[in-house]
């Protein structure tokens, strides 16, 4: 199959405890800052350079947290949608198909680390 369009969908999956990082200074793993920046927040820049203008986080564990820090983590022009996975403790995958019922269409996915 011969792709024409760019793909301007992403999913990040962000739900996981984050237990390889021991969710460090108290936070939620994709909220540590590396040199000052949540490690989110990268994932995010990069995916917008690269010419992503919608992603879906999908968020389970300590997801309140996530959801309130994420709008001001977004570049401008980048729309964010916050799709909830309540079986985060499952696979990535899961989460993966938690946010494919929220769009049509190619996408990349992305882990919030």
């Not at 237990?19 to 793993?29: I, M, N, T, V």
């Not at 990069?46 to 919608?54: L, Q």
């Not at 879906?56 to 300590?62: E, F, I, L, S, Y």
Request: net charge positive; proline share 9%; glycine share 8%.
């Amino acid at each position: 199959m011969t792709r024409t369009e760019p793909v301007t969908t992403a999913v990040i999956v962000a739900a996981g405890r984050g237990s390889r990082l021991s969710e460090a200074d108290g936070r939620p793993k994709p909220l540590v800052p590396v040199v000052r920046v949540p490690l989110i927040a990268r994932v995010l820049r990069a995916a917008h350079r690269s010419g992503i203008d919608h992603v879906h986080v999908v968020v389970g564990h300590r997801g309140d947290e996530l959801r309130a820090a994420l709008p001001g983590l977004a570049p401008a022009n980048c729309r964010v949608t916050v799709v909830e996975n309540p079986r985060y403790d499952e696979p990535n995958g899961v989460s993966l198909l938690a946010a494919t019922s929220t769009f049509e269409g190619p996408f990349a996915l992305l882990m919030a680390d």
